[in-house]
């Protein structure tokens, strides 16, 4: 599954737009090394994401292209959030 439709559909990050624009800003790694919106994650890649100053590490636990609001989050456990 493409990253910026992940972080989409498991509702870490609310629009697949912002998922598009923080790709292209270099502000989303996988598995240490920056990645681009059209990445193909897998299960049990560590996805780490940063705004400002904050800092959030996540593991992917699943992959689903419909998910119900009340179940995406057990599509990944967040390893790590920093303020």
Known sequence: MRLDK???VSRIIKRR???NDACDAGRVSVN???AKPGFELKIGD???IRFGSSLTRAE???LSEHVRK???GGMFKILE???
Request: aromatic share 4%; proline share 0%; charged share 40%.
């Open 6 to 8: 992940y972080l989409k």
């Open 17 to 19: 737009s912002v998922a």
């Open 32 to 34: 240490g090394k920056v």
């Open 46 to 48: 560590v996805i780490e």
């Open 60 to 62: 992917v636990l699943a």
């Open 70 to 72: 009340e179940d995406a």
């Open 81 to 83: 959030e920093k303020e």
